[in-house]
């Protein structure tokens, strides 16, 4: 368990965050998937828990609020990382709310958010060990 | 009715109120600061082509919606100053907004409705009409005035027009579209498409257009045999994206043959290659778009490749040279071996290293009917392929072609038989970026490892890659590389970099860093070994080996102790949003209008929202000088001129209490009650600092042609000058323009520690890049070090301070008046880097003697 791999799900409708993130954190060996369609990213939900989820909160229509609660209730485990492009205070504080781990504006540098995946991975790693 | 009208109208012109004052210059500080959102907002939406930023195309739509807010408010506002004298301003700004809004919506980007331009009409702005190449060539030849082959280009109108007429849009997209959806393999869809095309006729108007353009370039060549080279001149091939190789080029062709070859090169356009690489780069419909370059063939004696710089070792300044006899093509390709010249990048450009090969085999010119390999002439073979002189040349060509684009250049040129150097080609260099600390520390690796190659090749990209060998063989096909492995060929060719996705490294027997591979390499960070002379002979097919291109190393197994120095950052990926954002910056960020003097500087020659906003700020600038010292006199406003020791132009406007006594014969220093004002004064007015130039400059004349904002007018009031200073006992606006540099300032200082700033802009000046560098790196440096927020957007530099007491706040006002005073000289006199520091140490010099009084 000690040496299981952090898995992350990405989820934005812009495909370009997607692939830029997937190769980075892949190598830095994390277990990756990326979705664009927060449908197929529910269907993968329901399949299996991730140890990190990633998503964006205002999607041409989804919305990133809805899927994070979902994501919250069914695995109270999982760490929230949200990006957005439109971000408002309002926003940000109803997500903290919900439970999300931490908050990015897009854009973002791939460093920031790396920096953000590794503190919420150290958080699981130690609940692990309570 | 119509008398009522016209009395009406008369008394309520009668009735015009003079603005006051101070609604005005709430006006122009509005003015101010949209100016300085937007420049900011331009200057941000740059830096995030920086590579380090994830961004969609949410932000670039975002981004360009409000700078357009933004502008249009800018508008609104001088119109309103001016009483709706710059109402054309929406015009130009609609234009650009319309322009804009067509790229974001993904429409096609030609911008012509011609076939055919000969270079003769061809400029920069048509890029996406005749493609990179052909826009660099022309203006190379016209406007720099170095020999090119004359010719034409084939648009992407033309190109347009060749898929409509043959119906070839839906059919390319749908076949497109079952390749992605993985029901084609792309060897399969990129034969398809290319057999549609080659099947599709030339559309009869297009033909008689591309022959008849043909035909007068052979009648103005009557001296020659007229035989043509159809080149592709494809959207995106010249700027960043490498691909260029990958298209193909028609040599030595009759003028009949012409259209037959046109299609070739359009089908060229769909090689699997090409293909992979678009897929890669998520390229959109739109955006695959080939333009043809269709030249007179120049029978090459010699042909090469010139880098600016040494891509893999930029700090060497050096540039490489790789040339051999006959046609360049195979040269490019990585297929003959060549001289190798590295030449200093400055002059007298001596040859530092050459290395002169045996070349047995060239290209020549078969007739006027294609091409063919002869052997090289006996004693040509160990003869260099270019003289001393050429090379000399060539570099200061180079150096030229460097200066003009603004980027390293990858040249390509041809000897010509009368011996003269013909630029066939000239794009942007990509240079390797920065490298992790180097492995080669690591000395006793090859006692554990066996060495299948040392200290051979040269390494077109650094780095370290690891994986099993896949050594490319006669009836190997490339499509079954396997993903992470290390390819091993004899020659570096383009085909090679269709695995680029899938390869860890790559090695060579043959090949130069100037080929194409290499830069593909260098665009994915690929580590790649040319030249080993034997790597496909001593490395075995499947055996796991660790490339070091720095050590010029290739080890057999798996070296662990060196793949932790293979990790690195993920390439940034040429993606579309970068494309994207490139290509609406294009609209927004480039200044045309430099100089207020010239005949373009009205509202109908702003091409981008940086030239409106350049345009709005001289205005506002004028129109407050105007309303307040030459024409009406407000009641609440005093102006008058500075009466000082230096020909400084400046009107200062007084709002309350800045100024004492009478204006009517000027304003002398002592006159000024303004605090910050004083401040800046004193340190504009610190003996010496307008004369640290070195003697040896006329200084009376040095002065006045800086200083005097146009002196040759000056006689005429409208003419003086446009420096402004706005006061108030608090308080200081202050717009300069000095020679070409422009200063703005904006300071309050006041007990309340809480309402003090300072506010610095500083940008312009012409002189060349690198000068321009030092002056900005030095002006941060001093800003930094006196505790300035600061910060630098190409040569614009801004610096802030706030919520400093009152006695420091005044000591940065006599700082920002040294540096005001003295700024002016520095593009003159920065020669080196070493000025940097000494010009720093004596303004600190200076502020520490003040502070000791």
Request: charged share 25%; proline share 4%.
């Amino acid at each position: 368990m000690e040496n299981k791999q952090t898995s992350i799900l990405i989820l934005d409708d812009e495909p370009i965050v997607g692939k830029r993130l997937k190769p980075s954190l892949e190598k830095k060996g994390y277990e990756v998937e990326a979705f664009t369609s927060s449908k197929e990213a529910l269907e993968r939900i329901e399949d299996r828990p991730f140890d990190i989820v990633v998503t964006d909160l205002k999607m041409e229509g989804v919305d990133g609020m809805q899927f994070l609660t979902l994501v919250k209730e069914k695995y109270p485990a999982t760490e929230v990382i949200v990006i957005t492009g439109f971000a408002t205070m309002g926003i940000a504080r109803e997500s903290f709310n919900k439970g999300v781990f931490d908050f990015l504006a897009k854009p973002f540098k791939l460093g920031e958010i790396v920096d953000i995946i590794g503190r919420a991975e150290a958080k699981i790693k130690k609940s692990r060990k309570i | 009715m119509k008398l009522f009208d016209r009395i009406y109208k008369f008394f309520r012109g009668q009735q015009k109120e003079i603005v006051p004052f101070k609604i005005l210059f709430a006006e122009f500080k509005k003015s101010l600061e949209l100016n300085n959102q937007i420049l900011d907002l331009i200057a941000d939406a740059n830096d995030k082509l920086s590579g380090d930023y994830i961004f969609g195309e949410q932000y670039i739509q975002h981004t360009c919606r409000r700078l357009a807010d933004l502008v249009r408010q800018l508008i609104v506002t001088i119109n309103h100053l001016t009483e709706q004298k710059y109402s054309a301003l929406y015009t130009s700004f609609h234009k650009i907004e319309e322009e804009i809004e067509a790229l974001l919506r993904g429409r096609a980007l030609g911008q012509v409705k011609d076939y055919i331009m000969p270079y003769a009409m061809i400029s920069r702005a048509l890029t996406d009409s005749v493609g990179g190449k052909n826009a660099h060539l022309a203006e190379i030849g016209t406007l720099l005035d170095h020999r090119i082959p004359d010719g034409f280009a084939i648009t992407t109108e033309g190109f347009s027009l060749f898929l409509e007429e043959n119906n070839l849009r839906d059919r390319i997209l749908s076949i497109r579209q079952q390749w992605h959806q993985s029901e084609l393999a792309v060897d399969e869809a990129s034969r398809r498409i290319r057999g549609a095309i080659m099947e599709a006729e030339v559309p009869h108007k297009l033909r008689l257009e591309i022959l008849a353009a043909a035909e007068v370039l052979s009648r103005r060549h009557k001296d020659i045999t007229p035989c043509f080279a159809v080149r592709s001149s494809a959207l995106g091939e010249d700027e960043i994206s490498s691909f260029a190789g990958q298209y193909l080029s028609r040599l030595n062709i009759p003028l009949d043959e012409i259209p037959q070859a046109y299609k070739e090169v359009l089908a060229s356009l769909y090689s699997p290659e090409a293909m992979e690489y678009r897929l890669m780069m998520d390229f959109r419909p739109h955006e695959i778009m080939m333009a043809v370059a269709c030249q007179m063939m120049v029978p090459a004696r010699a042909s090469g490749v010139l880098y600016t710089y040494d891509p893999v070792r930029p700090e060497d300044e050096t540039m490489i040279v790789n040339s051999a006899w006959g046609l360049g093509e195979p040269i490019v390709a990585g297929e003959v071996p060549t001289d190798h010249f590295v030449i200093d990048r400055r002059p007298p450009y001596e040859v530092r290293q050459l290395e002169i090969v045996h070349k047995s085999e060239t290209m020549v010119l078969h007739g006027c009917g294609g091409t063919g390999i002869d052997g090289v002439q006996e004693e040509q073979r160990l003869q260099s392929s270019l003289t001393k002189e050429q090379l000399r040349e060539l570099a200061e060509i180079g150096m030229q072609l460097e200066k003009y684009f603004k980027r390293p250049q990858d040249i390509e040129f041809a000897i010509d038989q009368q011996d003269r150097i013909i630029i066939l080609q000239s794009r942007q260099l990509r240079l390797q970026h920065t490298r992790a600390p180097r492995a080669c520390d690591l000395s006793d690796l090859s006692e554990k490892y066996p060495v299948l190659i040392r200290g051979k090749g040269i390494a077109a990209m650094e780095g370290i890659a690891t994986g099993p060998a896949w050594v490319f063989s006669e009836g190997k096909n490339l499509n079954d590389f396997p993903m992470g492995g290390v390819l091993v060929a004899c020659h570096a060719t383009p085909q090679l970099a269709r695995v680029i996705h899938k390869a860890a490294g790559f090695i060579t027997d043959v090949g130069s860093t100037t080929g194409h591979l290499a830069t593909v390499a260098r665009e994915f960070r690929v580590p790649a070994l040319f030249k080993t002379e034997n790597g496909t002979e001593v490395i075995a097919d499947g055996e796991e080996i660790t490339l070091d291109t720095e050590c010029l190393t290739v080890y057999k197994g798996i070296v662990q102790e060196l793949q932790y120095y293979s990790i690195q950052e993920e390439p940034i990926e040429e993606m579309y949003e970068y494309r994207l954002l490139r290509r609406v910056l294009k609209k927004i960020e480039p200044l045309n209008l430099t100089d207020p003097t010239a005949d373009n500087f009205t509202p109908e020659g702003c091409k981008t929202y940086h030239d409106l906003t350049r345009f709005v700020h001289e205005k506002a600038v004028e129109t407050i000088i105007d309303l307040n010292f030459y024409h009406a006199h407000h009641r609440d406003s005093q102006a008058g001129k500075l009466l000082w020791d230096f020909p400084l132009d400046l009107i200062l406007i007084d709002v309350g209490g800045g100024i004492e006594g009478g204006h009517a014969q000027g304003i002398r220093p002592q006159q000024i009650t303004s605090v910050p004002m004083q401040a800046l004064l004193k340190g504009m007015s610190y003996p010496g600092i307008w004369d640290m130039a070195p003697a040896g400059v006329d200084f009376s004349s040095f002065m006045s042609s800086l200083t005097r904002t146009s002196s040759v007018r000056a006689t005429s009031p409208e003419d003086v000058g446009r420096n402004l200073a706005v006061v108030s006992a608090e308080y200081t606006n202050i717009n300069f323009r000095l020679g070409y540099h422009f200063t703005v300032i904006d300071a309050f200082v006041s007990d309340n520690i809480l309402d003090n700033h300072i506010y610095f802009r500083f940008s312009g000046g012409v002189t060349e890049t690198i000068r321009r560098s030092r002056r900005t790196r030095l002006l941060a440096k001093i800003l930094t070090y006196y505790d300035f927020l600061c910060e630098v957007y190409g040569d614009i530099v801004v610096a802030r301070l706030k919520r400093t007491n009152r006695d420091r706040i005044l000591k940065r006002l006599f700082l920002l008046g040294l540096l005001v005073g003295f700024t002016r000289q520095l593009d003159v006199e920065m020669v080196n880097e070493e000025t940097i520091d000494i010009f720093f140490n004596e303004i600190r010099g200076i502020m520490e003697q003040k502070d000791g009084k």
